[in-house]
């Protein structure tokens, strides 16, 4: 709230000051050392002034901090031998996270005190299988699940995907074609993606790769869907197209603020 900025990587915990510089009066350097080392890839607010740290490349850990780095006693620690791609919270507090086991995803939910949720789906997870692959969890305010990803045909077919369930978990069969969009045209995307759900339902997303052959292929996809899982044609290029830059970019991140129009994404 004060525009400090907690950042987390391979075994530590840092903070800057708004304007971008280490803050020193974090732990005296800054930074804070996690032991034992782990590699946290991921920090989400929990809603309630507290952050959640994700050990998702080496343990499958959950923990929760304070602004100031210190553990959260009244938190259990959730640890699997899980990689966890992506992380939301609702307004209630209860904790979603998106895994992948060999390409397999699933959702489990937590309670906002780290323990499992056994009344959500089976026994506190929902199985997504093996047709798409998602990196991308987002709950809106109604808990309803979105999920982006692709859908890969093959290594030189690779779909833009975004699914959508219901708050128990179901597939949305009214978004798309059986609770799922998938881009029809041409397209090789990335294996990153993110999306984000505006408060009128639609949803506009980024991808990275190609749509077509030949010049201004290449790029950042960006789409926009409306409710009901369809390409809005009113936006960008008939709901969807290329932005032509760096052909191998990542997007991480994608704000889209309530007061919205189809001229101005951050």
């Known amino acids: 709230p004060n525009g400090n900025i907690l950042a987390v990587g391979i075994g530590l915990i840092a903070r800057f000051t708004p304007k971008g510089f280490l803050d020193t009066t974090f732990h005296g350097t800054g930074y804070k050392k996690i032991t034992p080392l782990g590699n946290y890839n991921q920090i989400k607010s929990a809603n309630d002034g507290n952050y959640l740290i994700i050990d998702g490349a080496s343990g499958g850990k959950i923990e929760k901090i304070d602004g100031d780095g210190n553990y959260v006693s009244s938190f ?31 959702i489990i939910r937590l309670l906002p005190n780290g323990i499992l949720d056994t009344t959500y789906g089976t026994n506190g997870e929902i199985n997504l299988g093996t047709t798409y692959r998602y990196s991308k969890i987002i709950i809106n305010d109604l808990n309803e699940i979105f999920l982006g990803g692709r859908q890969q045909i093959s290594t030189t077919n ?18 798309g074609s059986g609770g799922h969009f998938t881009y029809q045209g041409g397209q090789y995307v990335g294996d990153y993606t993110h999306i984000d759900v505006l408060s009128n339902g ?24 409306t409710h009901n899982g369809t390409l809005d044609t009113s936006f960008f290029n008939g709901g969807i197209g290329v932005i032509p830059v760096q052909s191998s970019s990542n997007p991480s991140k994608i704000f889209a603020p309530l007061l919205y129009d189809s001229k101005h994404i951050i």
Do not use: W
């Open 76 to 106: 259990n620690t959730f640890n699997q031998t899980l990689s966890y791609v992506d992380i939301d919270v609702d307004l209630a507090g209860n904790i979603y996270l998106l895994k992948a086991v060999n390409f397999s995803y699933g």
């Open 158 to 175: 690779r779909r833009i995907v975004v699914s959508k369930l219901n708050s128990s978990g179901v597939l949305d069969t009214n978004f």
């Open 202 to 225: 639609s949803v506009v997303g980024f991808s990275s790769g190609s749509l077509c052959n030949g010049a201004n292929c290449f790029g950042l996809i960006l789409y926009k869907l």
